[in-house]
């Protein structure tokens, strides 16, 4: 088999870190909100964070299992199991029906410019700072990309699946098992979680899919533990996290690694490939070029693309990149690493080329049809 594939500037326009939207009384500033998680191309919004904006109160009534809005008029009621909003004994329906998603009941755009408007008896304002429906709707959701994942991993996928069913995250190392330490005494297992978290959180938002993370704390995992993620039936990437220390205190940058005999002989696999070529990537390699291209576009510094041994236990064809994320032997890199908001900017730039590996995948089996 052989194709086309064009990786020439083919970035979609970088999204904004997270998923966003402004909401206001009509007439009052906006207010930025951020915890916003896009499903089915659609932004939903915490209940408790809506009604802030517009001077409102309610609270979750566990017994009714109901959010109770305190309203100039009474009580207001919604329920994640009814598509209606209860106002005294009248039931006015709803465009969608809130969701519990992270753990906060959530509404849709729908709901506060509607039935927020009604509660609080004026008009709303509310924009989509981030519209890009990375979740496919559901006509164009039976895509190439679900036959590919399902001829390799020879699973059965259902047709209305999202673009990627779901993602394992394995934050390296945990507990005892501290990984590399700084000489400032930040450890690895640390870097490495908080990086996996974050991403986490970044593909839920976005992509509203499952996400496994291996660990979600500071603990130790066996190998079978660590493993238990990646094999999950829908998990279509895995992603390992590490960092690295060197007697060299010059050396930085991140280091991306994939199965040996994914390498290919073909390329010079040290360079991210960004030229109009004719090559036969692995899933994995393809995986690991768009991370390092979305890495470099984001200033981040990029070591290469090597193969590594300590994957080999994973499953056979799974795509699969372990992530160097670092050098903690470089003082200015661990600085760096330590930093919120770098750590953003290399969440941000992984989503982007796992997104964009999504995307090639699919024209990949487009181009085969
Ligand atoms: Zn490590």
Redesign the pocket.
């Known amino acids: 088999m052989h194709f086309l594939i064009i990786l020439c500037c083919l970035f979609l326009p970088l999204h904004s870190a997270f998923a966003a939207v402004d909401i206001a009384l009509r007439g009052k500033d906006p207010v930025r909100l951020e915890d916003v998680y896009q499903q089915d191309g659609i932004p939903y919004i915490a209940i408790e964070d809506a009604l802030d904006v517009v001077g409102l109160t309610g609270h979750w009534n566990s017994i009714t299992h109901s959010f109770k809005i305190s309203t100039k008029h009474g009580w207001a009621e919604i329920s994640p199991a009814s598509g209606f909003l209860k106002i005294a004994d009248e039931y006015y329906p709803l465009k969608e029906k809130p969701r519990f998603i992270d753990g906060r009941l959530r509404v849709t755009d729908n709901f506060i410019l509607n039935q927020l408007a009604q509660l609080t008896g004026r008009s709303i304002y509310f924009r989509n700072l981030d519209p890009g429906t990375d979740n496919l709707p559901a006509k164009q959701q039976s895509s190439g990309l679900e036959k590919l994942f399902a001829f390799l991993l020879n699973k059965k996928v259902a047709a209305s699946g999202p673009m990627l069913r779901a993602v394992a995250l394995d934050p ?2 945990g507990g005892l098992d501290t ?2 330490i700084a000489s400032s005494g930040y450890k ?1 297992k640390q870097l ?1 979680l908080e990086i996996a978290e974050k991403l986490a959180k970044q593909l839920k938002m976005k992509l509203g899919i499952p996400i496994y993370l291996s660990r979600d704390g500071d603990y130790e995992l066996t190998m079978e533990q660590r493993l238990q993620s990646a094999s999950k039936d829908d998990v279509d990437i895995w992603l390992l996290f ?2 690295q220390a060197a007697f060299s205190s010059e050396l930085r940058g991140v280091s991306l690694f994939v199965r040996p005999e994914e390498i290919n002989q073909n390329i010079v696999v040290q360079e991210a490939v960004e030229e109009i070529v004719e090559v036969n990537l692995s899933d994995s390699m393809l995986l690991a070029n768009e991370l390092a291209l979305a890495l470099r576009k984001s200033a981040i510094e990029v070591r290469g693309i090597y193969p590594s041994s300590r994957l080999s236990l994973g499953r056979g064809n799974l795509p699969t990149v372990q992530i160097e994320l670092g050098f903690l032997s470089n003082s200015d890199e661990l600085q760096q690493l330590q930093n919120p908001e770098y750590q953003q900017q290399i969440v941000q730039a992984l989503y982007a080329g796992i997104r964009q590996y999504a995307k090639q995948s699919k024209e990949k089996i487009d181009g085969v049809n």
């Open positions: 390296g190392h990984g590399v690895e490495n590490h960092a």
